[in-house]
């Protein structure tokens, strides 16, 4: 199999996403369905391709499509449009067909496209496509990004992809001049502070970032707010799973963002004018500034680096939160055996060391927003109990939903992940929604035989 470039390395033949995302203007992204991918790698598939939906389809970002010439005129229209497809990570170049068969609705595909490109990627990883014409003949160059990767974070962020993104044609350079403008509109009050000699002190009362657990309480409030909920009690409310995925996904994505662009405008404030109020003309200002240029592209650069570490923390609360409200007893945090210390024990730690079987049984709890392969970690927190490992993970696949059932783990996910047709987790019996899980496994099982 050819070798897949690294998107981002600097020599010649990669830094392929960021080169995308600095300079095009219209790119097609799509976050692939399980359909979209299985065909590269499982017998017996009938799609063989990529969806393309009729909004994207028809945005003239692809050549128009063009009836078929057919025998039998009689016969259901196909409309079809050719054009060059380049899969640069894999070195490979296609003549692509994009077809629209009417007979079958408003169906239409990317075919002709190297199942290389496709054959092992996660699920809910993403296809990326700029427009490449060479010699006035319509062109692509196409990029699959795998879900489990760090260029699908930067993916996301960069695009501000909502949790509930699937398709569309989207302006980067657009997008990121916004982000850039939202930035600059606080650095004026950010200058005004430093002018009247208090930068630092606006720093600290308008610009830092909450603690992980403020910034979670502070999602769920406004969540709360906008839904008019008394508190987040499981039982009191329809689809758990996906109430905590939006506090998390969209509610605090939406602040930290905010915040993170407070201090971004306050260190670019800094980095060019320093802490300390002085009379400056002109060319001090522009002095300042070619000086900071090597500090300024650091502060941009990082904001990426920093909403990855902070990635997790909220799920956590948020689990925390609805454990409390539906008066559900658990144990945070406790330490179990050497290096052992799970997220929830429930309903204590007590209650789980004691020999019991059936409902009656304590289980563990742990929260994880991704996985990849920290599941294996957490499997070492068992020790012989029940474990329920919750996740927002679009991105598991099924051989390692099996190893988990095969080691006794089951997996609790947002009710809308559970029926998607962009995961993995519809046919796996070890795999609850949220709702079943405090409903059927904690209300109706376990809570009776803990009282």
Same mark, same amino acid.
């Given at each position: 199999?050819?070798?897949?470039?690294?998107? &981002?390395?600097?020599?010649?033949?990669?830094?392929?996403?960021?080169?995308?995302?600095?300079?095009?203007?219209?790119? &097609?992204?799509?976050?692939?369905?399980? $359909?979209?991918?299985?065909?590269?790698?499982?017998?017996?598939?009938?799609?063989? /391709?990529?969806?393309?939906?009729?909004?994207?389809?028809?945005? /003239?970002?692809?050549?128009?499509?063009?009836?078929?010439?057919?025998?039998?005129?009689?016969?259901? @229209?196909?409309?079809?449009?050719?054009?060059?497809? @380049?899969?640069?990570?894999?070195?490979?170049?296609?003549?692509?067909?994009?077809?629209?068969?009417?007979?079958?609705?408003?169906?239409?595909?990317?075919?002709?496209?190297?199942?290389?490109?496709?054959?092992?990627?996660?699920?809910?990883?993403?296809?990326?496509?700029?427009?490449?014409?060479?010699?006035?003949?319509?062109?692509?160059?196409?990029?699959?990004?795998?879900? $489990?990767?760090?260029?699908?974070?930067?993916?996301?962020?960069?695009?501000?992809?909502?949790?509930?993104?699937?398709?569309?044609?989207?302006?980067?350079?657009?997008?990121?001049?916004?982000?850039?403008?939202?930035?600059?509109?606080?650095?004026?009050?950010?200058?005004?502070?430093?002018?009247?000699?208090?930068?630092?002190?606006?720093?600290?009362?308008?610009?830092?970032?909450?603690?992980?657990?403020?910034?979670?309480?502070?999602?769920?409030?406004?969540?709360?707010?906008?839904?008019?909920?008394?508190? *987040? $009690?499981?039982?009191?409310?329809?689809?758990? /799973?996906?109430?905590?995925?939006?506090?998390?996904?969209?509610?605090?994505?939406?602040? &930290?963002?905010?915040?993170?662009?407070?201090?971004?405008?306050? @260190?670019?404030?800094?980095?060019?004018?320093?802490?300390?109020?002085?009379?400056? %003309?002109?060319?001090?200002?522009?002095?300042?500034?070619?000086?900071?240029?090597?500090?300024?592209?650091?502060?941009?650069?990082?904001?990426?680096?920093?909403?990855?570490?902070?990635?997790?923390?909220?799920?956590?609360?948020?689990?925390?939160?609805?454990?409390?409200? /539906?008066?559900?007893?658990?144990?945070?945090?406790?330490?179990?055996?050497?290096?052992?210390?799970?997220?929830?024990?429930?309903?204590?730690?007590?209650?789980?060391?004691?020999? *019991?079987e059936g409902p009656a049984r304590g289980l563990i709890l742990s929260a994880k927003t991704t996985l990849r392969?920290?599941?294996?970690?957490?499997?070492?927190?068992?020790?012989?109990? %029940? *474990?329920?490992?919750?996740?927002?993970?679009?991105?598991?696949?099924? $051989?390692?939903? @099996?190893?988990?059932?095969?080691?006794?783990?089951?997996?609790?996910?947002?009710?809308?992940?559970?029926?998607?047709?962009?995961?993995?987790?519809?046919?796996?019996?070890?795999?609850?929604?949220?709702?079943?899980?405090?409903?059927?496994?904690?209300?109706?099982?376990?809570?009776?035989?803990?009282?």
């Open positions: 199999m050819p070798q897949q470039f690294d998107l &981002f390395a600097e020599d010649d033949s990669s830094g392929l996403l960021a080169g995308v995302l600095r300079t095009a203007t219209q790119l &097609f992204v799509k976050k692939l369905s399980n $359909n979209d991918r299985d065909w590269a790698r499982l017998i017996n598939k009938h799609q063989g /391709g990529v969806y393309v939906p009729p909004r994207e389809r028809d945005s /003239g970002f692809f050549p128009p499509l063009v009836a078929k010439e057919r025998d039998n005129p009689e016969a259901d @229209e196909i409309r079809e449009a050719w054009f060059r497809t @380049e899969w640069p990570q894999f070195g490979i170049e296609k003549q692509t067909r994009l077809v629209h068969y009417t007979s079958k609705g408003p169906e239409t595909h990317m075919t002709r496209v190297p199942k290389e490109a496709f054959a092992s990627l996660s699920p809910a990883s993403w296809l990326v496509m700029v427009r490449a014409d060479r010699d006035g003949a319509p062109g692509f160059v196409c990029l699959t990004i795998d879900s $489990n990767s760090d260029e699908a974070i930067v993916l996301a962020d960069t695009l501000a992809l909502a949790a509930k993104f699937t398709s569309e044609i989207l302006d980067p350079i657009a997008i990121m001049a916004m982000e850039r403008d939202r930035i600059m509109d606080f650095a004026e009050e950010v200058a005004l502070a430093w002018l009247a000699g208090n930068i630092a002190g606006f720093a600290a009362d308008r610009a830092k970032m909450p603690v992980t657990v403020d910034l979670a309480t502070m999602a769920r409030t406004a969540f709360l707010e906008k839904f008019k909920l008394p508190a *987040l $009690n499981p039982f009191e409310m329809d689809r758990p /799973g996906d109430a905590i995925r939006e506090i998390s996904r969209v509610f605090e994505w939406d602040l &930290f963002r905010e915040f993170q662009r407070r201090e971004r405008a306050v @260190e670019l404030v800094r980095a060019v004018l320093g802490d300390d109020a002085v009379k400056l %003309d002109m060319k001090g200002i522009v002095r300042r500034l070619v000086d900071a240029t090597g500090a300024i592209d650091a502060i941009m650069l990082s904001a990426s680096q920093q909403r990855k570490s902070r990635a997790g923390y909220s799920f956590e609360h948020q689990i925390e939160a609805m454990l409390v409200a /539906g008066g559900i007893p658990f144990a945070k945090q406790v330490v179990i055996d050497a290096r052992k210390r799970p997220d929830f024990v429930l309903p204590s730690l007590t209650h789980l060391r004691k020999p *019991l392969e920290r599941w294996k970690q957490v499997q070492r927190e068992m020790g012989g109990s %029940d *474990l329920f490992l919750a996740t927002v993970d679009e991105s598991i696949a099924a $051989n390692a939903i @099996e190893d988990m059932a095969s080691m006794g783990i089951s997996l609790v996910v947002p009710e809308s992940l559970k029926t998607s047709k962009d995961t993995e987790y519809v046919r796996h019996d070890n795999v609850l929604d949220f709702e079943t899980f405090f409903r059927g496994e904690l209300q109706l099982l376990r809570m009776p035989a803990w009282a």
